[in-house]
């Protein structure tokens, strides 16, 4: 900083000086406040209630705020920042870990393993929730960690950093996470976000007390950050249209993190709506499958991000996993309609080898077999699922080879904390089998046999709902589930008999339709939604297994020898459930799931627009100086700018560096500060004094006289002397922020100008 008569004054100013500075700043800190609380608000379509958000609220406004207290005691600006840094990691020993803590806001070295614990807690919680999610103490802790690092990060890059303009991007970043998860974006809370965001930039513009004789660029970015997101998250594709409104049956199937706890939610849901309806060729009783789940960590069962995918065309026709020749098979062909269902997933029988006439641009999974897009989505498709109905014998499956393809031993994975229960039942269940068939045929059996029940109500009721390890051994316990409980148990089963298995997603065969001109017409609803079990035998493929009693189709060959019953008991099974009153809804609108532990993977189209977009914004300050640098410069050489111009260029590549100068110098005293910070040459002495000569002239002399006299390519070739010698004396760092993010654009002073002349 230097003074009026252009001595320099010592860097950072004084106790005094820096006391009065840090009580000017304070509208700039209680602008970031709002923005923090505005920014952490757009999180509540993922949280159920309010009380989250007043625990991370009290805790952002504290950290901002004894931020700003710090400076106004004189202390150096990024010593403040981290004085809220210290304050955050009291409020978290005060709030998450008092019993180890040293009078209740010091760490003990207990502390770190509680934190740690909780963290565990949070992250298996959002692995087993879907959305809204339940906010437990897990929960609230990870909440806490992400929002006072938000916080501290917009203290440290719009006070301590003096760059306002980019708090914008992790601002915008979080409101836009909710669509990610959900595939909803609030249009109001993000347009909300964007007014806060301009409040801080105007904010910034007038505690740094800007000049107002030109437009701030500053203003200009932030609008444009705004409008473009705004923008961005009404149009980008597969993350706009039908998924800004909910459907009306408030479906959350494959909208949280746990695809399989979402489907329970969905099942204990009011609804019933039509989804689709199918005429096909076979007698055979179709399943119908959305997708499949294949890895399994120990909390949920998702989808792998390794999937191998296929673009969907008319010739496209696909290979059935694992199938030899020597199995039956029965070509099908289905003509699907799809009518209420608004998902990312084509419902085809499986194996399905070939669909015709689908709309958009639809991905196989050439592993499941199963049709997804991330640009289109299933409402209103009419098409043809060409398909071969795999129809082994029992002999086949038990002389199966017990040898598992190499390709195949991931669906054997399983985490080594298996829970005691699952060891035992196992054990008694296998006690007399000697091959992979009679295996899964007896777990099959003791699943559907007495005393287990299908219940929707009984898992939530007694805290169990789910498909982890622990929910499988507290449903071994209760004998009381739904699909979900019944489909996971036997896949964990199987893999530890050493069974390859995954689980499938979809619809049971529906109803058929009374009346129709073919009598294999049928109708699917929602409260057609299932899931089970699939396991895969050599020289067999993937075949589906049903322990659900009273639920779906038991295959032929996974039916009691000395029985006549064909198992279908598929309309007792609804009777049960509308006698409760647990009828499903619709499914909702492009529905998505999160990254981690979900089972379909975030949009890469999408996650590549995103990017680039953010990294557009991020990139505009840099490339808007380059411009305005480039503009300037060959003005200088073509004669068509003067002093003035080359003044400001001076001026802006100043500040981009990081030269301390007041927006009050003169140009002489501008000039006395550049020459005592960067120790120029003879040659750059002579340049800098050239140009302020020439500007002093302009501003004190004739200015028609002596305009002409002062422009051309000596005038540019001073010019870019002395921003040069500028440049190299800078640190690197400071040179790679004038790059990337110059101080001229995104917190302009105006110092050592002079009026352009009349």
Not at 78 to 93: D, E, K, Q, S
Not at 426 to 440: K, M, R, V
Not at 665 to 675: C, G
Request: proline share 7%; hydrophobic share 45%.
């Amino acid at each position: 900083m230097t003074s009026r008569s252009g001595t320099a004054a010592p860097v950072g100013g004084d106790h005094a000086e820096r006391r009065s500075r840090a009580h000017r700043l304070w509208p700039m800190s209680w602008a970031l406040i709002l923005l923090y609380l505005v920014t952490v608000s757009t999180l509540s379509p993922l949280l159920a209630g309010a009380s989250w958000w007043l625990g991370i609220a009290v805790l952002g406004t504290v950290v901002l705020a004894s931020a700003a207290a710090a400076r106004s005691l004189g202390v150096r600006t990024w010593v403040a920042t981290i004085v809220g840094a210290v304050v955050w990691l009291g409020l978290l020993i005060l709030f998450f870990a008092p019993d180890a803590s040293f009078v209740l806001v010091l760490p003990t070295f207990d502390t770190p393993g509680v934190f740690v614990e909780l963290g565990r807690d949070g992250l298996r919680s959002i692995a087993r929730q879907g959305t809204p999610a339940e906010a437990d103490m897990g929960i609230r802790f990870i909440l806490a960690i992400g929002a006072g690092a938000f916080a501290l990060l917009l203290d440290a890059v719009a006070v301590a950093g003096r760059m306002a303009a980019v708090v914008g991007f992790p601002a915008v970043a979080i409101a836009l996470v909710p669509g990610f998860v959900n595939g909803h974006i609030n249009l109001v809370a993000l347009a909300l976000c964007g007014a806060a965001f301009l409040l801080v930039l105007w904010t910034d513009t007038r505690v740094r007390r800007l000049s107002t004789s030109r437009p701030s660029g500053v203003l200009g970015i932030g609008a444009l950050t705004v409008i473009g997101s705004l923008l961005f998250a009404a149009a980008a594709p597969g993350y706009n249209g039908e998924s800004l409104i909910p459907s009306g049956g408030g479906s959350v199937f494959g909208r949280g993190v746990s695809p399989l706890v979402d489907l329970g939610k969905d099942l204990r849901r009011p609804g019933g709506a039509q989804q689709f309806s199918y005429t096909t060729s076979t007698d055979e009783s179709l399943y119908f499958r959305l997708l499949t789940l294949d890895e399994f960590n120990g909390t949920t069962w998702s989808a792998g991000n390794d999937r191998v995918r296929e673009l969907n065309e008319p010739g496209t026709l696909m290979d059935v996993p694992g199938l030899s020749d020597e199995i039956l098979t029965e070509p099908t062909t289905t003509t699907v309609q799809v009518d209420g269902m608004v998902a990312p997933w084509l419902p085809v029988p499986f194996p399905s080898v070939r669909v015709v006439g689908a709309e958009g641009r639809w991905m196989w999974d050439m592993e499941g077999l199963t049709l997804s897009s991330r640009l289109s989505g299933a409402g209103g498709q009419s098409y043809i699922a060409e398909s071969v109905l795999i129809q082994p014998t029992r002999e086949q499956l038990i002389a199966a080879q017990p040898e598992v393809p190499p390709n195949v031993d991931r669906f054997l994975a399983l985490p080594e904390d298996i829970p005691p229960i699952l060891t035992e039942t196992l054990a008694a269940i296998t006690a007399e089998t000697d091959n992979a068939y009679d295996t899964a045929f007896a777990i099959q059996q003791y699943l559907r046999g007495s005393p287990f029940l299908y219940s929707l109500e009984a898992p939530v009721d007694d805290g169990y709902d789910g498909d982890g390890f622990d929910v499988i051994a507290t449903f071994l316990e209760k004998k009381s589930g739904y699909c979900v409980h019944f489909a996971s148990a036997m896949a964990v089963l199987s893999r530890m008999a050493g069974i390859p298995a995954r689980v499938s997603l979809g619809y049971l065969p529906g109803d058929r339709v009374v009346g129709a001109e073919s009598r294999l017409t049928y109708t699917v609803g929602t409260d057609d939604l299932h899931s089970w079990p699939e396991l895969y035998f050599s020289g067999v493929g993937w075949v589906p297994f049903e322990p659900t009693p009273g639920r779906g189709v038991v295959p032929d060959y996974a039916r009691p020898q000395s029985s006549g019953a064909d198992g279908r008991n598929v309309q007792d099974a609804r009777t049960s459930e509308r006698a409760q009153g647990d009828q499903a809804p619709v499914l909702p609108p492009s529905t998505t799931s999160s990254t981690g532990e979900g089972a379909v993977e975030p949009p890469a189209e999408l996650l590549t627009s995103a990017a680039l977009f953010f990294l557009l914004l991020l990139g505009s300050p840099g490339l808007l100086r380059a411009s305005r640098r480039r503009s300037r410069t060959r003005a200088l050489h073509s004669g068509r700018a003067g002093p003035v111009t080359a003044w400001r260029e001076i001026s802006d590549a100043a500040q981009d560096y990081g030269m301390p100068v007041s927006e009050a110098d003169t140009p002489r005293a501008f000039s006395a500060a550049l020459s005592s910070r960067s120790a120029f040459t003879t040659q750059e002495e002579k340049a800098l004094a050239s140009l302020l000569d020439a500007v002093e002239r302009v501003r004190f002399a004739d200015p028609d006289r002596a305009t002409l006299r002062l422009v051309g390519p000596s005038l540019a070739a001073n010019t870019e002397t002395v921003t040069g010698a500028l440049r190299r004396r800078a640190g690197f760092m400071d040179r790679v922020r004038a790059t990337i993010a110059p101080a001229s654009v995104l917190s302009p002073v105006y110092r050592g100008r002079v009026p352009e002349p009349a």
